[in-house]
């Protein structure tokens, strides 16, 4: 009878095991939505934009941990910490910013409800020190989640660990914290609707997994919005997606630089659209706006080395983005209704990125993203087995594109090139998806007739 029992239970075991396994095919299906999607809106604001500097960092006291020896204790910054008691963003429209976005040609937007500085941007039970707590006295996470939803744009929150603002934050086994932390997660994820992506930001140095639980943080994620999306940024995540630890989450986040080509897993480089010293993620007086060119180089930089753009806009202390900021973001909009086909639903190759530019592809079709032309002649590439039958340039325009033994042979007259990126569309009588990336030589890539 023993042995019956025993035998019942590990098979019971097997099949909740095998249930909670995620197999590749269904990974893929959770994840099709966003590596499809290529672009997304990053927007850092809190009451930081008042003082126009950096959102957390610029407070003069970071919060160490317990666990690195070396504990302060919760420290106030006077400066930064009462300033939300001045914040009243009154211009502040969430439609209007998710219009934007969608004018834009992005197609999922996250917000950042609490960073490092542990100011919350909605209706939190759990602290005080809150949107709800200003003159402004609005829940911004849930206007921004309502009009997502009602415009049809995918919705991602970014959460902090960190809390530099917190008492309990690192202290002893931060158990206090923790719960915190969890009962905010709960708030964040039972509320406002379909949450497509989460957005961790890091832990700090060292094995922290048992001092963050992160087992059951990633569990909780994962019962409330089995769907969902996940960076990278919370190591070792134990039970979160049903896979066994360590888990690295769903897709990697290079930080202020493009991702290299990668085919094999999730990326996306987060960006800002703003530079300014020791960052420009928020709001920053003194920032300068990139250029459009720039602008959408790194779109088509990420999208040709098979990984998103998540690029970051910073509101002012009214609650408008800026109109430098819009009217990069407006004229990437624009380019995007020409050549939005070599970028959404694409995956990078069969050529990698270079000096030249990149390549996209999806079934039987090939865009080469030109940012740098030969200084005569045709712009060359490898050659692979199947055959070239129809070129266009998706800006309009002539291009002559061949096929030789050597490989193709791509020249469009300076007239009808683009300066910030010329983008050829190639049709081949087979799907090209099936050929492995290649790296295309300097020699390849430039040498003059």
């Known amino acids: 009878m023993k042995t019956t029992f025993m035998l019942l239970l590990v098979l019971v075991c097997t099949s909740l095991d095998a249930q909670l396994i995620e197999t590749p095919v269904e990974r893929e299906a959770r994840t099709a939505w966003w590596r499809e999607a290529r672009f997304g809106m990053f927007i850092h604001w809190d009451m930081s934009s008042i003082a126009g500097t950096e959102i957390s960092w610029s407070r003069k006291s970071t919060k160490p941990l317990d666990i690195y020896k070396d504990p302060a204790g919760y420290v106030e910054d006077p400066a930064y910490d009462q300033l939300y008691k001045n914040f009243n963003p009154t211009n502040f429209d969430a439609k209007a910013w998710v219009r934007l ?3 834009v040609g992005m197609r999922y937007l996250v917000f950042t409800a609490k960073h490092h ?3 919350c941007m909605w209706d939190t039970k759990l602290t005080e020190y809150s949107i709800m707590h200003t003159p402004f006295q609005r829940d911004v996470v849930k206007e921004l989640a309502d009009a997502c939803h009602a415009e049809g744009l995918r919705f991602g ?9 917190h008492p309990d934050y690192g202290i002893g086994d931060n158990a206090k914290y923790r719960a915190y932390m969890n009962g905010q997660v709960r708030e964040l994820l039972a509320n406002y609707g379909t949450v497509d992506v989460w957005w961790w930001d890091s832990y700090g140095r060292g094995n ?3 001092f963050w639980g992160i087992g059951e943080t990633s569990a909780l994620v ?22 066994p630890a360590p888990y690295r989450g769903d897709f990697d986040t290079p930080e202020q630089q493009l991702g290299k080509y990668q085919d094999t897993r999730l990326w996306e480089s987060c960006m800002t659209v703003v530079d300014a010293p020791h960052g420009g993620w928020s709001y920053r007086t003194e920032g300068k706006v990139k250029s459009f060119q720039e602008t959408v180089r790194m779109l088509a930089s990420c999208a040709t080395g098979d990984g998103n753009l998540l690029l970051d806009v910073g509101p002012d202390s009214t609650g408008v983005i800026p109109a430098d900021q819009t009217d990069c973001l407006l004229k990437v909009g624009e380019w995007l209704k020409l050549n939005g086909e070599s970028i959404y639903g694409t995956r990078g190759g069969p050529f990698k990125p270079g000096e030249y530019g990149g390549t996209t592809r999806k079934g039987k079709t090939v865009y080469v993203h030109i940012f740098k032309w030969p200084e005569a002649g045709a712009l060359k590439l490898p050659n692979f087995a199947a055959k070239l039958v129809h070129a266009k340039l998706l800006s309009g325009g002539k291009v002559d594109a061949k096929q030789t033994e050597s490989g193709l042979e791509i020249f469009v007259p300076e007239s009808g090139r683009q300066k910030a990126d010329t983008v050829v569309k190639l049709e081949f009588d087979s799907d090209v998806m099936k050929f492995p990336a290649v790296a295309v030589t300097s020699a390849a890539e430039s040498e003059p007739k």
């Open 101 to 103: 976005a969608k004018a």
């Open 117 to 119: 500085g542990g100011f």
């Open 157 to 165: 929150i970014y959460y902090s660990q960190r809390d530099w603002h």
């Open 208 to 210: 922290l997994t048992n």
């Open 222 to 243: 994962k019962e409330l919005q089995p769907a969902i999306v996940m960076n990278n940024r919370m190591a070792e995540l134990g039970a979160y997606n049903r896979q």
